[in-house]
């Protein structure tokens, strides 16, 4: 995607809707409006970035085409961000480009997979990111204006156009999925310490997922809730069971507060609940049928992941007290998350 032609003298006499209508035959957007990178735009976005024009951030899969700062500055801008949301877009781009995270099977995979951001430190208050509620629903523009411009850069720059992105019915996480970690509502651990980070450092977070799973758990004493949590992430249908992705439980602050007061740390918890969501072999087809790849299987039980560490905890919405509901994003089986800084 060359962002030169924004400037062509054959577009300065063009009205607004005759724009728009040039960037969607050009299959250009996510089927939505989009703000036109006018190259004054462009020019003022790039003029509060200390990187080069031409810095070359990540090479996108499939089509291997090359996130320049340029490049990602024109998507971000399309999709509606702000020069602050920058950084942040730079930051996933890298961390979505790593060999682990295997952006080329998200792109192409039959999965409704697609990734989905997590931010940390400082940087959430800088931007006014949402990690309260409705954090995965309309009304916050870093939410819903970053995870868009990751999706543009994945259209327009890595070449998942309809054909080589082969979902069979897609999702509509595919158009956007970002938020915030509420870092201050339990004692736990936040994400990116989990990682190994600094409380203090802003980092985002990836991860390859294929749905997002709501759990109704109502039961406020932790012996049952932890079970009940642990039927939503035994869903055996999706490819999780392959055993190789990195899956999220989005808890809202209400549902870890009652393991907190029930003396649970993060790892205990985390523990507890991996265990749980084993699911016995016998309730799948033979084994032979498994179309691709294999599950990892202990003592006759199929685990959603590797190890307890492949679990990722986060703590983010509504935090009223009856807030009794937690989500679950199980993992593309071919990805695992990877963080990076953002600077």
Known sequence: M?????????????????????????????????????????????SNISQKNDEIIGCIEPKKGIATVEKIVVNSIMAGCLPIHIPVIIAIIRAICKPEFNLHAIQCTTNPATPLCIINGPVIKQIEANFGRNLLGPGNRANASIGRAVRLILKNIGGSIDGIDMATHGSPAKYTLFFAEDEDAVEWNCLHEDFGFNKKDSVVSVFGIESVINSVAVWWKHQTLIKMLAKTLRTTATSQ???????????????????????????????????????????????????????????????????????????????????????????????????????
């Open 2 to 46: 060359d962002s030169k032609y924004i400037s062509y003298n054959q577009f300065t006499k063009k009205n607004n809707n005759d724009l728009q209508d040039y960037f969607y035959e050009n299959d250009l957007t996510d089927g939505l409006p989009i703000i036109i990178p006018h190259e004054s735009k462009v020019n003022l976005f790039l």
């Open 241 to 343: 069971f392959f055993s190789r992705g990195s899956p999220v439980l989005l808890m809202s602050p209400a549902h870890a507060k009652i393991f907190i007061k029930s003396g649970y740390t993060k790892n205990d918890f985390r523990e507890k609940i991996w265990d749980l969501s084993k699911v016995p072999i016998t309730d799948f087809p033979n084994k032979k049928n498994i179309p691709q790849g294999e599950w990892t299987v202990v003592k006759d039980k199929v685990l959603i992941c590797e190890s307890p560490e492949d679990l990722n905890i986060v703590i983010a919405g509504g935090d009223e007290d009856n807030a009794s509901h937690s989500v679950f994003f199980s993992g593309f089986c071919l990805s695992k998350c990877c963080s990076e800084m953002i600077h």
